[in-house]
């Protein structure tokens, strides 16, 4: 299984809404994408945050560590999530890799609707304290 590492950024607004990007697949996550070559993890997420979505984060704190075997891809995912706030920029997706197809400002409860697995995951709270899960053996449909 080839290894890689993601990252991700979990963002609030001043009214609690959580900033998603909705993918190519149509799934809808928390916007971010994996590590390249020579990247640390605080710059991957902030290059991911700038592609995906025009804004410019600072990095608070490590959320959660997710572990992830994809089945369909032989791939073993260990997934970064970061607290993280926007300093700047504009919403506009810059993704050279053209994955998104829609950025939104969405409520607690919507985000819940639009990816529920995720959204239990995370116990997407600002007082959660970062954790580790091994989350198994999936496919990528799962």
Not at 47 to 58: N, P
Not at 108 to 123: H, I, V
Not at 128 to 142: A, I, L, S, V
Request: avoid cysteine; charge should be negative.
């Amino acid at each position: 299984m080839k290894r890689v590492d993601v990252v991700s950024a979990l963002i609030y607004d001043m009214d609690e809404n959580i900033l998603m990007v909705k993918n190519v697949k149509g799934y809808w996550e928390f916007p971010g994408g994996a590590v390249e070559e020579g990247e640390h993890l605080q710059q991957a997420v902030i290059r991911e945050v700038r592609e995906e979505t025009g804004y410019v984060i600072k990095i608070n704190e490590l959320h959660s560590v997710r572990e992830i075997l994809f089945q369909d891809n032989m791939h073993h995912a260990l997934i970064f999530t970061f607290f993280g706030e926007i300093i700047g920029g504009e919403m506009n997706i810059l993704d050279p890799d053209h994955d998104i197809e829609e950025v939104k400002w969405v409520s607690t409860q919507d985000a819940e609707k639009l990816n529920p697995q995720l959204f239990s995951m995370l116990k997407l709270n600002k007082q959660t304290r970062p954790f580790y899960t091994f989350e198994g053996k999936r496919t990528r449909n799962q």
